[in-house]
């Protein structure tokens, strides 16, 4: 067999196996870090940071946010969005061994979210998630939601009310 067809053979079925991974593999790991960025005439800031080592707010955002960005409001996030032109709310995810990996989901992630996502969940949960088809650097929604490790399943009750909303 050539060298030609047998790429030939194997390079759609690699493509078609990060869409196969987006669609139906369940993405796992536990969120190790969730930042907060808002972006104006191409400036980033880092409003707000939370890991395992602490929370670091902006100095500029303190009366705004407090000491506590873990939930976004809409309300502040309206208010933001006066400041700045775009808003995005990211979660690092450090993915869980043992799931087909063959994909490339391995090691620590950054994903971007929505505000109603990033406000529901905090660093330490385990969660089970979906990537945009497009995007896959986006987390669309999760289908579980858990404290430990061992308690998270493929699917169980989140309590994100609207998944999607900004």
């Not at 990060?18 to 139906?24: A, F, P, T, V």
């Not at 990537?131 to 061992?150: F, G, P, Q, V, Y």
Request: some cysteine.
């Amino acid at each position: 067999m050539k060298r030609r067809t047998m790429l030939a053979g194997v390079l759609p079925f690699l493509q078609g196996g990060r869409w196969l991974d987006q669609m139906l593999l369940v993405n796992q790991g536990e969120i190790v870090e969730k930042r907060f960025i808002g972006i104006a005439e191409g400036e980033t800031t880092e409003i707000a940071s939370i890991d395992d080592d602490g929370t670091t707010v902006s100095s500029e955002h303190e009366g705004q946010l407090g000491q506590s960005p873990r939930e976004i409001s809409t309300e502040v996030a309206a208010s933001l969005r006066g400041t700045y032109d775009t808003l995005r709310f990211h979660i690092t995810v450090a993915h869980h061994g043992g799931s087909l990996n063959i994909f490339g989901r391995t090691g620590l992630e950054e994903y971007r979210t929505s505000r109603a996502l990033y406000s529901g969940v905090a660093v330490g949960n385990h969660i089970s998630f979906q990537t945009s088809l497009l995007n896959r650097d986006t987390i669309i929604s999760l289908s579980c939601l858990a404290d430990e490790k061992e308690a998270l399943q493929r699917r169980c009750q989140v309590g994100v009310e609207d998944p999607t909303a900004e």
